[in-house]
């Protein structure tokens, strides 16, 4: 759904650590109007919906559209090779524009991926 009211992920950049997690850098795009309506969370889903990581967002970003946040820490099972990169607001939820990242593939579509 490309309408901003609800929140996109316009890019994701995976970086596997030498301890083997990961940290994602997410670009977010959302129509915040202050605190009635803002992008107030990301997550790093496996195909599954299983949750592998969040990033709880504090505060709209009015001003500063795109934005990106990063979170560091996540760890991806092994066997998991793809995974799906979703925004939420605090009206809408989910529903906005996901990026799934194959982290088996430098880049594709909307994503990189860097390993040491």
């Given at each position: ?9 316009v890019?994701?950049s ?8 990961w940290?994602f850098?997410?670009?977010?795009r ?12 990301w ?5 599954d ?13 009015d001003t500063?559209?795109?934005f ?9 099972p ?5 995974v799906?990169?979703?925004?939420k ?6 529903g906005?524009?996901?990026v799934?990242?194959d982290?088996?593939q ?7 991926v860097?390993?040491?």
């Amino acid at each position: 759904n490309p309408d901003l009211d609800y929140a996109q992920v316009v890019f994701v950049s995976a970086t596997q650590s030498s301890d083997g997690t990961w940290r994602f850098d997410t670009t977010v795009r959302h129509n915040d109007q202050g605190w009635d309506d803002y992008a107030d969370a990301w997550q790093v889903v496996d195909l599954d919906g299983n949750v592998l990581g969040e990033r709880i967002l504090l505060h709209p970003h009015d001003t500063e559209q795109p934005f990106t946040r990063s979170q560091s820490g996540i760890a991806i099972p092994d066997d998991v090779t793809q995974v799906i990169v979703q925004a939420k607001d605090n009206v809408e939820g989910f529903g906005g524009q996901v990026v799934v990242v194959d982290l088996t593939q430098r880049e594709g579509e909307k994503f990189e991926v860097v390993r040491p």
